[in-house]
C-alpha cells in the first residue's frame, strides 16, 4: 500500500517545524521530506537535515530538470520540494510530512489531490508578531516580509482540511499525530488488510 502524503502549512512563525520535529518522534513509519531552498542557513540549521542549502543557479537548474514536485518563491527565497524523495518513500510504503507554504500546497493540491492538508495557525495574529519577534532568527527586513505575508497566507486556511491552532506546542502536536492516526485508519487505505479478512473469511466457509 502506498504512503500517506501530508501537507503542513502556516505562516512562518505558526511554529510548523518544531511541532513536526515532535510529531516524528511519537509516529512511526513517517518521514519529513527536506527541501531545497536558496535562503541562508541560520546557525543552528544542517544542511541536509533541515534543507538543502543550494545556490538560485543551482535551484533553477533543478527546476528545468523537473526535480520538484513544487516550487516557489517564499519571502524572497526559493524553496522546492524534492519529487524523487516523496515517491521513492511514499512508493515504500512510508507516510510523508512536507512543511510547505500556502503557494506550495495549492500546488499539490492539483497534483496529489490524494493529500491530505493541514494549516497549522498561530491563536492570532498579533501572536504571530510577537513570536516571530522573539525567535530572532531573521534580519529586521526579512521580520517584515515574512509578517507582511502571513497576512496574506492567513486567508487560505479554508483551503485545507484540517486546522491545528498552536497554543501550546505539546497540544498542537497531539492533535497532528492524531489526525495522522486517524487517516491511517481510513477503510480507503486499508483496503489490503481488508481482502485478506475476507480470503481468510471465505477459506474459513469452505470448512
Ligand atoms: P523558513 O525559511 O522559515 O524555513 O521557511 C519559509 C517558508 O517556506 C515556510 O512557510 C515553509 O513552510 C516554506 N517552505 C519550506 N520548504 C518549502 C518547499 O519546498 N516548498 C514551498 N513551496 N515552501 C517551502
Known sequence: MEGQLFVICGPSGAGKTSIIKEVLKSVDNVVFSVSCTT???RPHEEDGK???FITEEEFLNRVE??????WARVHGYLYGTLRSFVEKHLEEGKDVIL???VQGALSVKKSYPKAVFIY???PSYSDLKERILKRGTEK?????VR???AKWELMFMDEFDYLVIN???SDAVRRVVSILIAERARVSRNSEKIERFKMEVKGWRKL
Not at 529586521?140 to 517584515?144: V, Y
Open 147 to 149: 509578517l507582511e505575508n
Open 39 to 41: 535562503r541562508p542557513k
Open 99 to 101: 512543511d510547505i507554504d
Open 65 to 70: 530538470k523537473g526535480e520538484f514536485l513544487e
Open 167 to 169: 497554543k501550546v506546542l
Open 120 to 122: 497549522v495557525a498561530p
Open 50 to 52: 533541515d534543507y538543502f
Open 140 to 144: 529586521e527586513a526579512d521580520i517584515l
